[in-house]
């Protein structure tokens, strides 16, 4: 039972987090870019069907939120292949000006690259072949690119800055007059790489990292350099950031096709935001519908979510009162009691709620000590003592507002009647034991709580069991550990360490 409570409890934490994109951290940020598309055309006067190429390298990425629907149209996922397109519909004959969006908050999870690793790919065929008088200028470039750079991104950036500069090089400017019938410059860097024998492609897209306004697709070239795929911007020559970049085309689909409409045009805008990556996680569970997500504590309402992230550090606290008096031997009055004082202490901080717990707890005594003279039945001397405790309450409530502090009440946090419980144990153990003990337990059950209250407060703790409640399955396992132990406690082993000796 108990490596059937780790295996589940360790396994679905590391699940969330390898799979998806929790952390153990409360302040760790993600990086979310919120992707807009803005589609305008003119309708003709009848239905209307629009479809837009989706991005490409949606592995890795998570969705936070997604905003498909336009008024007067419906929203439809096709996948065709490797192809992924958006599909609008309208739900009646449309005429005139016509604007769609197609909005999306995403995040690459763990940071997973968008270009992936992998064999070396084939080399792409040649646009158009060089023909001899060409041939000649396009081996004395690359063999000018090659110069003193040794890795195919050093003679890919050379290359395209060569390109870009044809004024300094006849051989690119020679090349740059060459017919072609598509692809310009872009096309003729990557006959040029794979004439050297580099692998590339054409992809266009979005850099995410920048903010961008009503922009459209930016035309980049990739280069595997042995290991993993690099992007390169052909104006400046500079290795991109293929984590931020938004791959939308590489396999020369049609970005945008409209049915019933001209004058058709699309536009990117795109912006960046920090947030949570716990936050970000959830979100994307609730968009995937992960049933991890669906049927956890983050499908309750807010104000239910608040009460049970309190509720699920208490399993921790058990764990403490139990290593505590099982393994350590510390006692306490009362198995829980120290729990409940840990979560009074959170309402009126650690220094202010031993004061007031003291306070209450010795006079509570004293008066308790009083009723024993009058041989009462027990209900009944319980009864008068919880009487005791709410006058003691509300005592020192008065007094302190009467000395200009609102400290004093704060008193009514504690739980009024374990309170009056644990003084007529204390005062019972007074009476058949002594003072000594009764010092002994309320010293350790004191002890106990400032543990469990140190415990609470911490939000490395708070945030691990909200975001993984699972780990309860493990807090579990540790207990039935703990409970199949029969040893000595640590506090014993001083007690019989003289049979030792001996």
């Given at each position: 039972?108990?490596?059937?409570?780790?295996?589940?409890?360790?396994?679905?934490?590391l699940?969330?987090?390898?799979?998806l994109?929790?952390?153990?951290?409360?302040?760790?940020?993600?990086?979310?870019?919120?992707?807009?598309?803005?589609?305008?055309?003119?309708?003709?006067?009848?239905?209307?069907?629009?479809?837009l190429?989706m991005?490409?390298?949606s592995?890795?990425?998570?969705?936070?939120?997604?905003?498909?629907?336009?008024?007067g149209?419906?929203?439809?996922?096709?996948?065709?292949?490797?192809?992924?397109?958006?599909?609008?519909?309208?739900k009646?004959?449309?005429?005139?000006?016509?604007?769609?969006?197609?909005?999306?908050?995403?995040?690459?999870?763990?940071?997973?690259?968008?270009?992936?690793?992998?064999?070396?790919?084939?080399?792409?065929?040649?646009?158009?072949?060089?023909?001899?008088?060409?041939?000649?200028?396009?081996?004395?470039?690359?063999?000018?690119?090659?110069?003193?750079?040794?890795?195919?991104?050093?003679?890919?950036?050379?290359?395209?800055?060569?390109?870009?500069?044809?004024?300094?090089?006849?051989?690119?400017?020679?090349?740059?007059?060459?017919?072609?019938?598509?692809?310009?410059?872009?096309?003729?860097?990557?006959?040029?790489?794979?004439?050297?024998?580099?692998p590339?492609?054409?992809?266009?897209?979005?850099?995410?990292?920048?903010?961008?306004?009503?922009?459209?697709?930016?035309?980049?070239?990739?280069?595997?350099?042995?290991?993993?795929?690099?992007?390169?911007?052909?104006?400046?020559?500079?290795?991109?950031?293929?984590?931020?970049?938004?791959?939308?085309?590489r396999?020369?689909?049609?970005?945008?096709?409209?049915?019933?409409?001209?004058?058709?045009?699309?536009?990117?805008?795109?912006?960046?935001?920090?947030?949570?990556?716990n936050?970000?996680?959830?979100?994307?569970?609730?968009?995937?519908?992960?049933?991890?997500?669906?049927?956890?504590?983050?499908?309750?309402?807010?104000?239910?979510?608040?009460?049970?992230?309190?509720?699920?550090?208490?399993?921790?606290?058990?764990?403490?009162?139990?290593?505590?008096?099982?393994l350590?031997?510390?006692?306490?009055?009362?198995?829980?009691?120290?729990?409940?004082?840990?979560?009074?202490?959170?309402?009126?901080?650690?220094i202010?709620?031993?004061?007031?717990?003291?306070?209450?707890?010795?006079?509570g005594?004293?008066?308790?000590?009083?009723?024993?003279?009058?041989?009462?039945?027990?209900?009944p001397?319980?009864?008068?003592?919880?009487?005791?405790?709410?006058?003691?309450?509300?005592?020192?409530?008065?007094?302190?507002?009467?000395?200009?502090?609102?400290?004093?009440l704060?008193?009514?946090?504690?739980?009024m009647?374990?309170?009056?419980?644990?003084?007529?144990?204390?005062?019972?153990l007074?009476?058949?034991?002594?003072?000594?003990?009764?010092?002994?337990?309320?010293?350790?059950?004191?002890?106990?709580?400032?543990?469990?209250?140190?415990?609470?407060?911490?939000?490395?703790?708070?945030?691990?069991?909200?975001?993984?409640?699972?780990?309860?399955?493990?807090?579990?396992?540790l207990?039935?550990?703990?409970?199949?132990?029969?040893?000595?406690?640590?506090?014993?082993?001083?007690?019989?360490?003289?049979?030792?000796?001996?």
């Open positions: 039972m108990i490596v059937i409570l780790l295996a589940l409890g360790f396994g679905t934490t699940y969330k987090v390898k799979v994109g929790f952390s153990f951290s409360p302040d760790k940020e993600e990086t979310v870019w919120t992707v807009e598309s803005t589609i305008d055309f003119e309708a003709d006067g009848g239905p209307v069907k629009v479809s190429n991005p490409d390298n592995a890795g990425l998570a969705i936070t939120e997604a905003h498909k629907e336009t008024s149209y419906t929203f439809s996922l096709a996948e065709k292949g490797n192809e992924r397109r958006g599909i609008w519909v309208s009646e004959d449309k005429n005139g000006p016509q604007r769609i969006y197609y909005r999306v908050n995403i995040y690459r999870r763990h940071n997973s690259p968008a270009t992936t690793s992998g064999a070396r790919p084939a080399l792409p065929e040649l646009s158009q072949p060089f023909t001899e008088a060409y041939l000649a200028a396009a081996d004395s470039l690359l063999k000018e690119s090659r110069k003193s750079a040794e890795t195919a991104a050093l003679i890919s950036t050379n290359l395209i800055n060569n390109l870009n500069d044809p004024e300094k090089n006849e051989a690119a400017a020679l090349l740059l007059k060459m017919p072609r019938e598509s692809g310009g410059r872009l096309s003729l860097a990557q006959d040029l790489l794979t004439k050297s024998k580099i590339s492609r054409i992809s266009k897209g979005l850099l995410l990292d920048k903010n961008n306004k009503k922009k459209k697709l930016t035309s980049y070239i990739e280069v595997f350099d042995g290991k993993k795929w690099l992007l390169i911007n052909p104006k400046t020559a500079q290795v991109e950031n293929p984590d931020a970049f938004l791959l939308w085309q396999n020369h689909e049609s970005l945008l096709e409209v049915e019933g409409g001209s004058n058709s045009k699309v536009r990117f805008s795109s912006m960046t935001t920090k947030i949570l990556a936050q970000a996680a959830i979100k994307s569970g609730h968009q995937e519908s992960s049933w991890l997500i669906d049927f956890s504590i983050y499908s309750l309402p807010l104000s239910s979510q608040n009460t049970f992230r309190l509720l699920l550090l208490i399993p921790f606290g058990a764990l403490i009162v139990v290593i505590l008096r099982n350590v031997g510390i006692q306490t009055a009362g198995t829980f009691m120290p729990i409940l004082i840990a979560l009074a202490f959170l309402q009126t901080k650690l202010v709620g031993l004061i007031l717990f003291i306070t209450v707890v010795g006079v005594l004293l008066m308790r000590s009083y009723l024993s003279h009058l041989n009462l039945l027990l209900v001397r319980i009864s008068a003592v919880l009487v005791f405790v709410i006058t003691i309450y509300l005592a020192i409530s008065v007094i302190g507002v009467k000395m200009g502090s609102e400290l004093g704060n008193v009514t946090f504690f739980p009647i374990i309170i009056s419980w644990s003084i007529e144990r204390m005062c019972v007074w009476e058949e034991e002594g003072g000594k003990d009764v010092l002994i337990q309320g010293s350790g059950s004191l002890f106990t709580a400032s543990l469990i209250y140190l415990l609470m407060i911490n939000d490395f703790v708070g945030n691990m069991i909200y975001a993984f409640p699972e780990l309860l399955l493990v807090l579990l396992a207990i039935l550990m703990i409970g199949t132990y029969s040893g000595y406690r640590l506090s014993e082993l001083r007690r019989f360490e003289p049979m030792g000796r001996e």
